[in-house]
């Protein structure tokens, strides 16, 4: 049996600098520079829309862009929180309840998308009780903004070499350090054991695609003139393109067992869905029940 053609993962830290100041190191990781740079980049972004009021309903934008500040404090409350809780809950309930203090350790990766999303819901309906904004049209601008830091939150999982996909002999799998040799259907040394670069799949579906077709639709079709349908769109397509993606994606270890190879949560007949599936098939279905109400409305 032949070896297949496959990318060594290249040799990237993790960290882009650190400064050691004696007891205390202070170390700045491309995981940490992702969601710095999704927050600057959909501040910017949003700020640009609220300036522009021919592109909303009755050419008025729901808030000035100066407001756009503090809604960024909001965002980054309810990402941090809500991302971190997420993966808690979802994914590693049994090992940080074992042990608690590191649920703090976020610099260390591990955050939930659908908890962020849930956390980003619920920070952003505050800012708009507290400040009278729309919560549509408010969603809607945010609703464009989100890909970016999404697909660059999935370039830093490659980078940390976390979130692979499942074996593959296909030439543009990838062999990640640490990867363990599960589910390989063939018998080969775990360091010849490629895998699904599953963190560029959905970096390529969930941040750049998505990104491109909100921004087509927010400025060159008009559709920030209909409160929801951006939003709609998002939460559709993020559904789609994650549920699409976890089927190359190696499930989380807590859900694979010698009974359960795939690690699906949900068996249907000789098929199954993972966790990631399963949380994302409600979005699908809540971005395509928006959209409709917002189009016929």
Request: some cysteine.
């Amino acid at each position: 049996m032949t070896h297949p053609l496959a990318i060594m993962f290249p040799d990237i830290s993790p960290v882009i600098f650190q400064i050691d100041l004696g007891s205390f190191t202070f170390a700045l990781r491309w995981y940490a520079l992702a969601y710095i740079a999704g927050f600057l980049l959909g501040w910017w972004i949003i700020q640009s829309l609220m300036k522009r009021p021919t592109l909303w309903p009755a050419d008025t934008a729901p808030l000035p862009a100066a407001k756009v500040e503090g809604l960024l404090t909001y965002v980054i409350i309810g990402v941090i929180l809500g991302g971190r809780l997420g993966f808690v809950l979802f994914y590693q309930t049994g090992y940080y309840m074992a042990y608690p203090a590191e649920i703090l350790r976020i610099w260390e990766g591990g955050m939930s998308f659908h908890g962020g999303f849930a956390g980003v819901v619920v920070a952003g309906l505050v800012y708009c009780r507290r400040h009278a904004v729309p919560p549509l049209q408010l969603a809607d601008s945010m609703a464009l903004v989100a890909p970016i830091g999404i697909g660059l939150g999935r370039v830093a999982n490659f980078v940390n070499a976390e979130l692979w996909g499942r074996p593959t002999t296909m030439p543009w799998g990838v062999v990640f350090p640490g990867a363990q040799a599960q589910n390989c259907p063939w018998d080969w040394p775990v360091a010849l054991c490629a895998r699904h670069p599953t963190q560029l799949y959905e970096a390529a579906l969930e941040g750049a695609v998505l990104f491109a077709v909100l921004a087509w639709l927010v400025w060159r079709s008009g559709w920030l003139k209909t409160p929801g349908a951006v939003t709609g769109v998002f939460i559709a397509g993020y559904g789609l393109a994650r549920f699409t993606v976890e089927f190359w994606r190696q499930a989380d270890a807590q859900f694979i067992s010698p009974d359960n190879p795939l690690g699906h949560v949900v068996t249907l007949g000789q098929a199954g869905i993972s966790m990631g599936q399963v949380l994302s098939l409600p979005m699908i279905v809540i971005g395509l029940a928006l959209l409709w109400r917002a189009r016929r409305a």
